[in-house]
């Protein structure tokens, strides 16, 4: 663990009144160094206590699952649902990143806006530069608003589309786990929910440039029609030209598959519908789908989806359950 690490999980206990006396004197230690670092955590401390107030255990936790839109936990047999846990944390370590400790200066004046888009929603807004962003089922963006300083910064839990607004003068940067895409002004999607592995940019018009936190001396410069892979536990970045279809369809409530597995395309059906969905071998989540679906029922789309590939589906009280027919 680095030192910048160590002193982010002190922050970080601080936050969640689980700091001990000895770790508190080191802390303190710290914010007599740095000033910055003290201003900027007082700040952060302040809007904290005042939107999460601890109240009893996991707290913080529930509220964090709350605003992605999910209310079961790890047990209930989907993947991962661990990582939601760590979702808390994220947001903490995101903007606890010293580049945004002037936006949470109180003599600035700003506002830390929450847009929050619940299961099965889509919802479109407008921040304070003009550019629009639309905001797909279980998402989460925080803007500090009005933008000052040299760039435009917000930071997503989840998936959007973006027509950003041009400013050369002052770039717009996505902040997600581990990665920043930076553009001028372009028309891209994201997405990258907690829980996934893999999270994905895709390029309509214009030219981004995305880098990985931990590859910080390594650019991608993406033009339309690309789209970037981001695997979480490697940093490693894949880049493919590819058939993206007609820009962000799902904000028309069309669902698109292009020779996606069946793994990734129940995780999306989950948010859409808020239903669990449980694979049961891998020969099946592996099965590779193209299609298109507008308006159709969670019943008719899984229908679908085992006529082009046989497998078989039942559905419970508890979820939809897809296992070989074998």
């Known amino acids: 663990m680095t030192e910048q690490d160590h002193i982010y999980k002190l922050l970080v206990k601080h936050l969640n009144d689980d700091i001990t006396e000895d770790e508190k004197e080191l802390l303190d230690k710290e914010f007599e160094s740095d000033n ?4 900027g955590f007082l700040s952060l401390f302040s809007f904290w206590k005042n939107y999460f107030p601890k109240q009893k255990d996991h707290n913080i936790i529930e509220k964090t699952e709350k605003k992605l839109g999910v209310t079961y936990r ?8 661990k990582s939601l846990q760590v979702a808390a944390s994220i947001l903490l370590i995101l903007s606890l990143s010293f580049s945004a400790f002037q936006l949470f200066k109180p003599k600035q004046q700003l506002a830390l806006n929450e847009y929050e888009c619940g299961p099965g929603e889509v919802k479109e807004v407008t921040l304070s530069d003009g550019t629009k962003v639309w905001l797909n089922s279980s998402s989460l963006l925080i803007a500090s608003e009005p933008f000052i300083g040299n760039k435009r ?5 989840g998936q959007a589309y973006f027509e950003v607004a041009h400013n050369e003068e002052q770039p717009f940067e996505v902040q997600t786990r581990n990665l920043r895409t930076q553009v001028l002004g372009t028309h891209f999607n994201v997405v990258a929910y907690p829980t996934d592995e ?3 940019i895709s390029l309509y018009e214009g030219k981004v440039q995305i880098q990985a936190e931990s590859k910080a001396n390594k650019n991608y410069i993406l033009k339309p029609g690309d789209r970037a892979y981001f695997t979480l536990n490697t940093g490693n970045i894949k880049v493919v030209h590819t058939d993206l279809g007609k820009e962000a369809q799902w904000r028309d409530g069309i669902l698109r598959f292009y020779d996606e597995d069946l793994f990734s395309i129940t995780k999306k059906l989950e948010r859409k519908f808020h239903s669990r969905i449980f694979i049961a071998d891998s020969i099946v989540g592996n099965l590779k789908f193209s299609a298109e679906f507008e308006e159709e029922s969670l019943e008719r789309i899984i229908k679908v989806l085992s006529e082009a590939h046989a ?15 074998n």
Request: hydrophobic share 35%; proline share 0%.
């Open 153 to 157: 910064e917000i930071k997503l839990f």
């Open 311 to 325: 497998f078989s589906y039942k559905f419970t009280n508890n979820g939809i359950f897809i296992q070989s027919k």
């Open 198 to 200: 893999v999270h994905e």
């Open 36 to 39: 910055n670092l003290r201003s």
């Open 74 to 81: 790890a047990g209930s047999g989907i993947k991962n649902w």
